[in-house]
C-alpha cells in the first residue's frame, strides 16, 4: 500500500503511523529540505520478506524505496488469482526474466514458466528496458494503453 502526501512532520512518529501486519518505509518532506508537512509512505504486508533500499533512500527526493523478496512460486500463484477474478488487472513491475520474446512468447528455460502463467495477458513494453531484454513489464487483461509507453534513463543519480 503507497500513500503520497502524507500528514507527516517531525512531531508525528513513525509508530502512529503504523498498522497492524505492515512494514513502513517512509520519508517525510522535512528531511529532504525546508518544508514542515507532508511526504510519502510505504507499507508492506509482514507475510513478505523486505528491506529498506537505503542507496535509493540516501537520495534526497520525494520518495520512498524497498526490496521485496517474493518466491517465484508465490508471485505466479498470486498473479494466476489475479487474472481468475474476471476483473480488470494491471500489472506492472521489473520481473528480471530475459530471453522472452513478447511478439511470440517464447523464452529460455527461466522465461518459460512465466512465459505459460501468461493468463491472457497483454504485455505492452515492446521496447528493451535493460540492455536488449524487455524487464520491466505493463500487463494487462482488456485493457487498453491510451499512451505510447516511454522507456526512460534511469533516474537521475
Known amino acids: 500500500m503507497e500513500i503520497t502526501e502524507t500528514s507527516g512532520k517531525v ?62 512460486n508465490e508471485l505466479f500463484l498470486t498473479i494466476k488469482l489475479g487474472c481468475d477474478t474476471n476483473q480488470l488487472v494491471l500489472i506492472m513491475g521489473d520481473y528480471n526474466y530475459p530471453n522472452i520474446n513478447w511478439m511470440s512468447l517464447e523464452a529460455d528455460s527461466k522465461g518459460q514458466k512465466f512465459v505459460k502463467l501468461h493468463c491472457y495477458l497483454e504485455q505492452h513494453v515492446h521496447k528493451p528496458t535493460r540492455n536488449e531484454n524487455i524487464l520491466d513489464l505493463i500487463l494487462s487483461t482488456e485493457l487498453p494503453i491510451k499512451d505510447d509507453i516511454q522507456v526512460l534513463p534511469p533516474v537521475d543519480k
Open 11 to 72: 512531531d508525528i512518529t513513525d509508530s502512529e503511523m503504523s498498522f497492524t501486519d505492515y512494514k513502513l518505509y517512509i520519508k517525510d518532506r522535512a528531511s529532504i529540505n525546508d518544508r514542515k508537512v507532508g511526504g510519502v509512505a510505504l507499507y508492506i504486508k509482514n507475510s513478505f520478506q523486505s528491506v529498506e533500499w537505503e542507496e535509493l533512500n540516501s537520495r534526497p527526493r520525494e520518495s520512498v524505496w524497498c526490496k521485496v523478496y517474493v518466491d517465484k
